[in-house]
């Protein structure tokens, strides 16, 4: 089945840590985006990519950082320099062209920093 | 700039009542929007999307308007049950060469037995 995977589902960091976030998809879609949702406010976007080897920077990049060497893959690195990094961080993928720009979203991966 | 503004913010509702959520917009020129679920600790799935010609569309126990002239959504959900708690996210795209929707914070909705 087709579908977009996000690792780990959980994750604890001792503040000063940088903590990698995985996604993959098998969608062959050109677009991955990461948002950062924190209780009672709507997805804020960190960083998104339309292209292998190239990305932009969203709403609430600082303290964060991405790659896209893979068309399938777009991990996000959460710093040290991210001030208050505790939330829910949403993984997701859309077509470009000739698609409605429907996002397909994976099931989160939840970070805690200790 | 772009906005979309999604009300209530949060509904109480029991088992088998209708409810129906808001969503204004200010995103130009438009091209579609979308209505998500969005269960508790799970990624938002579509429920339905809206295009400009489109007035009316149904998902079941779902659904949606738009009205393209005012700028304004609703959802409606009919006999609610209780599997319909969740967050319930409008989100706009526009067509004037950005492909990143714009996203409203969302509705959340618990249905009580």
């Known amino acids: 089945d087709g579908g977009i995977t996000q690792s780990p589902k959980y994750l604890f960091r001792k503040e000063g840590q940088n903590v990698t976030l995985s996604c993959e998809q098998n969608l062959n879609h050109d677009a991955m985006y990461w948002y950062r949702q924190d209780p009672g406010q709507g997805l804020r976007l960190i960083y998104y990519s339309q292209i292998v080897n190239d990305f932009q920077k969203g709403d609430i990049a600082e303290g964060y950082s991405v790659s896209r060497e893979k068309k399938e893959s777009f991990p996000l690195t959460v710093t040290s320099a991210q001030k208050n990094p505790t939330a829910f961080y949403l993984c997701?993928?859309?077509?470009?062209?000739?698609?409605?720009?429907?996002?397909?979203f994976g099931e989160g991966s939840r970070l805690t920093v200790l | 700039k772009n906005q979309v503004e999604q009300s209530p913010q949060s509904l109480i509702i029991l088992e088998g009542k209708n409810c129906t959520l808001q969503?204004?917009?200010?995103?130009?020129?438009?091209?579609?929007l979308r209505w998500y679920k969005q269960d508790t600790g799970r990624g938002p799935v579509s429920l339905t999307i809206m295009t400009f010609s489109e007035n009316t569309k149904s998902n079941g126990r779902y659904t949606a308007t738009l009205d393209a002239d005012t700028k304004q959504s609703s959802l409606h959900i009919t006999a609610s049950q209780l599997s319909d708690s969740a967050s319930y996210i409008c989100?706009?795209?526009?067509?004037?060469?950005?492909?990143?929707?714009?996203f409203g914070r969302g509705t959340s909705l618990i249905v009580h037995p």
């Open positions: 997701a993928s859309s077509k470009i062209d000739g698609g409605t720009g429907e996002l397909f």
């Open positions: 989100v706009v795209r526009g067509s004037g060469g950005s492909y990143i929707p714009t």
């Open positions: 969503c204004n917009y200010t995103v130009s020129p438009f091209s579609n």
